[in-house]
């Protein structure tokens, strides 16, 4: 049996068993015919739930403001049931609900990296819907959160190092989402094509949560666990946001494919039990039955495959060399940087190793070198020694060097600017980006003031990053590339600015010392292999410690470097100017199913409030 609400009369049973004397949860039944056929006998609409499906009585928070001083006034009474006694029962009647939604949750962190077991996010989706289907609000959201908090705790627990306080507070943070999720898909279970306004409603709750709190955290979207599936392609045509819901929308049929097999099978059990022969029009009856299962299975192979009809643009108009410098670092975790120029000299000398190479024919010398973010763990502008190592690197390549360095900010005393700079070799330092999504609470401390007192952990991060306000295209050596740095890659605004501005490939400089061996490089991995081919662009990626990649615009890692080992990846990138359907149509297919997702609530809570007072007359 597919994982649905319980009997009215169960949840209804709930509130009254106990109370002495108490009056029956149901008015009895006059005598006299049943008020409906058998439900064999009967054809049902596609919306309809059979009787065994149908919703959980509300409980007394979510019935009538009058039921709900009526409750109050039982749990008063000497010898009534307590409001403690009433929460129990209600924990122990959502009980199996809310661990098969623990369970559901988990099946979506393994869908991600670094475990990639990509169908599992959409068989994650159905059974979240199949759980809030035909719920209260109240229960949907519940349940919905029972699904997100295991889900972002174990998705985001590279956070430990900072620690499990952090990992918690984040987790039911981003689980707020979901809850309202959760409420959104139980009310819209009732409408007629509910597959579709929930998959809609899973690309409302992904934008809400991309721009808030203090700027949105986009991770655990949808599309960023299915970068290497078969709805990979339709990023080039909506983005994320288009991927995110056909993963939802064939989650949502795979669950209506469900319901309506499960109800053909109920229907089968009656005819067995009436004991009869099954005659013509049974038979009939039973194919006709059987069309909706058909139908939505079919429908949600269409979904899946629909990827591969999409073309994905890699043709190249030219190509640069480059070289991918991965010094190394010695201490992962929060104390990473260690003591002063240490992760400087550590790029430095592989950056002279990479020339010496050059120079005795064992490397192809390139266009241009990246180094990653923090490459330089000194402001270059403030410390000689800094800018005279860098200096050394750059003159002895021979090409400009991509260097990433924390700099003093010029205009504001106390802030500091995470740059990606162009250092030529014969001009030194020019051209620079600065970071434009700070992290909060890890560049920067929002209320500083207050939450240091409170959380003495805050006073690691001594000075806040401040933001930059333009786009990181850069001229580096013959190639016009768009710098983006760590985090920036999960946002979408970002990056598609970045090559509307006129970047030809993209350059992902990244810090993962913190975080290495824990997960969140190969998820920072997948952001770039959807980006690639959501913009047609390659993506460089260039860490500390790794993972150092280089993606081709179509979304295959073609060279990658091994955590924690000094590397150099030397390899030539294609420079594409065409731009996708995805770049043209920006935010407006997310806007427009968002909004979808939203009005399809709206309507389900007016019909639901239209049909009150019918229902009220007739008890």
Request: glycine share 10%; proline share 9%.
């Amino acid at each position: 049996m597919p994982p649905g609400p319980e009997t009215t009369a169960d949840a209804a049973d709930g509130d009254t068993v106990g109370r002495p004397g108490g009056p029956s949860s149901r008015s009895p039944r006059p005598p006299g015919p049943p008020a409906r056929p058998d439900a064999s006998d009967r054809p049902q609409a596609d919306d309809e739930q059979p009787e065994a499906d149908a919703p959980d009585a509300p409980d007394a928070s979510d019935a009538h403001p009058d039921a709900v001083s009526a409750a109050g006034d039982t749990a008063s009474r000497p010898g009534g049931p307590t409001r403690l006694t009433r929460l129990l029962r209600l924990a122990r009647r959502e009980a199996r609900r809310t661990a098969l939604a623990v369970v559901a949750g988990l099946a979506l962190t393994a869908s991600f990296p670094p475990y990639d077991l990509w169908p599992l996010s959409f068989v994650a989706v159905a059974a979240l819907a199949l759980l809030t289907r035909g719920r209260t609000a109240r229960q949907g959201a519940w349940t919905g959160f029972a699904f997100a908090l295991p889900f972002f705790f174990f998705l985001l627990r590279w956070l430990h190092v900072v620690g499990y306080d952090a990992v918690f507070g984040l987790s039911v943070v981003e689980a707020l989402f979901i809850a309202l999720l959760g409420a959104g898909l139980a009310v819209t279970s009732r409408l007629p094509g509910w597959p579709l306004w929930g998959a809609c409603l899973w690309v409302a709750q992904e934008w809400a949560r991309d721009r808030a709190p203090f700027g949105g955290f986009p991770w655990g979207r949808l599309a960023f666990a299915n970068t290497g599936s078969p709805f990979t392609p339709l990023a080039a045509l909506g983005g994320a946001p288009l991927v995110t819901f056909a993963v939802a929308l064939t989650g949502g049929l795979l669950a209506c494919a469900v319901v309506a097999a499960w109800r053909l099978r109920a229907s089968a059990g009656d005819r067995v039990r009436a004991v009869r022969a099954p005659s013509a029009g049974d038979r009939v009856r039973a194919v006709r039955a059987a069309l909706p299962a058909v139908e939505a299975a079919a429908l949600a192979a269409a979904v899946v495959l629909a990827g591969y009809a999409v073309p994905v643009p890699t043709k190249a108009v030219d190509t640069v060399d480059i070289a991918i410098v991965q010094g190394n670092v010695q201490n992962p975790g929060m104390n990473f940087l260690g003591r002063p120029m240490m992760i400087l000299n550590n790029h430095v000398d592989a950056t002279l190793a990479l020339a010496k190479d050059i120079k005795a024919g064992r490397a192809k010398k390139p266009d241009l070198v990246i180094w990653p973010e923090n490459s330089s763990d000194l402001d270059p502008f403030q410390y000689a020694e800094a800018y005279d190592r860098i200096e050394e690197a750059v003159r002895a390549v021979g090409v400009p060097v991509l260097v990433g360095a924390l700099v003093d900010h010029p205009g504001k005393p106390g802030y500091v600017d995470n740059q990606g700079i162009v250092w030529d070799p014969v001009k030194g330092p020019g051209a620079s980006y600065t970071k434009q999504h700070p992290v909060p609470f890890g560049e920067y401390v929002p209320f500083r003031q207050q939450l240091s007192k409170v959380i003495t952990r805050l006073q690691r991060v001594p000075r806040d990053f401040y933001p930059g306000d333009h786009t990181g295209v850069l001229r580096i050596g013959p190639a016009r590339l768009g710098d983006v740095i760590c985090f920036e890659v999960a946002y979408d605004e970002i990056v598609h600015d970045t090559v509307m501005a006129g970047a030809r490939a993209l350059v992902v400089q990244t810090n993962n010392a913190t975080y290495g061996r824990t997960g969140q490089p190969e998820q920072q991995l997948a952001m770039s292999r959807l980006r690639a081919v959501e913009h047609g662009r390659a993506v460089v990626t260039a860490a500390t410690s790794g993972i150092s990649a280089v993606v081709a615009p179509d979304g295959k890692v073609l060279h990658r470097s091994a955590e924690f080992t000094r590397d150099v990846i030397s390899t030539s990138i294609p420079l594409r100017d065409e731009i996708t359907v995805a770049d043209r149509a920006g935010a407006a297919p997310e806007w427009a199913l968002a909004m979808v997702g939203l009005l399809s609530c709206a309507a389900a809570i007016m019909i639901g409030r239209r049909g009150r007072p019918d229902e009220k007359g007739q008890q």
